[in-house]
């Protein structure tokens, strides 16, 4: 029988350059709190996830500057985030393994996505607990798809249909996950690791409120949408 374990794992050890602003964006104010609280809160929201290890810069000083202790034990921050997204994660799972289990189903989230649903949350859990392979939270494109020229003049108009925005968390077994982004360095996402290795990751349907905070205006739309649900400074 297969582990029925879960535990999530945020990468937060990223400059966020594209946010102009003097600190890494994880770290920024939402409604009183960091960007990184939420993110780690909304994780935890599924009492079925036991563990989120966050996962650090070596440097980070601010961490620790922040109260965490209404979490008691299920947060963990591990100070050994990399240069790249995929090189936290892989070091984020090598220094996981003391505690995970290759059968433990690891979800990946960004700290740069602060609004992630519970519904969603729970409905990847329902769906996915019992998949062979796992897969990601994801939205269908509902934009009609335009490809530019260098000039952002229309070349064509693209089909969207069966194509998806994917989105954080994806969850994979830690096994697998190891197995997967030990093997390539260029993909920006688990899934596309995993895909690599020939396997099907399944596609689960998230919310447009999950939204990444990348750049600036980012952050108006997610302090916006956490209001929304009763949440105040
Ligand atoms: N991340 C990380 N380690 C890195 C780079 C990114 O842990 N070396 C994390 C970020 O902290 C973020 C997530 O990966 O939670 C998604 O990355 P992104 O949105 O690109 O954040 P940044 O890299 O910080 O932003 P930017 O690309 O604008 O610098
Ligand atoms: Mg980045």
Not at 37 to 48: N, W
Not at 84 to 99: E, P, W
Not at 197 to 219: C, F, I, R, W
């Amino acid at each position: 029988m297969t582990s029925e374990r879960f535990l999530g794992l945020i990468p937060a050890a990223g400059a966020g350059e594209r946010m102009g602003q003097p600190k890494p964006k994880q770290y920024l104010d939402l409604l009183g709190r960091t960007m990184l609280y939420h993110s780690v809160k909304a994780l935890l929201a599924d009492t079925r996830i036991e563990t989120v290890f966050v996962v650090l810069a070596p440097t980070d000083q601010e961490f620790k500057q922040y109260p965490w202790g209404e979490f008691g034990e299920r947060v963990a921050p591990l100070f050994c985030g990399g240069a790249t997204r995929h090189d936290s994660v892989l070091n984020g799972l090598l220094a996981a393994s003391s505690t995970a289990e290759p059968d433990d189903w690891i979800l990946v989230h960004d700290a740069a996505r602060p609004c992630l649903g519970r519904r969603e949350l729970q409905r990847m859990l329902d769906e996915l607990a019992a998949d062979e392979v796992g897969g990601i939270l994801g939205v269908p494109v509902a934009d009609t798809l335009k490809r530019a020229d260098v000039a952002a003049r229309i070349q064509a108009t693209e089909a969207r249909e069966n194509l998806w925005q994917a989105q954080t968390p994806q969850m994979f077994r830690h096994g697998l996950l190891l197995r997967a982004l030990g093997r390539t360095t260029k993909l920006s996402d688990e899934a596309g690791a995993v895909e690599a290795l020939g396997l099907k990751p399944k596609l689960v349907q998230g919310s447009p409120t999950n939204l990444k905070v990348t750049y600036a205006e980012d952050l108006q739309l997610a302090q916006t949408i956490l209001t929304s649900r009763g949440m105040k400074p």
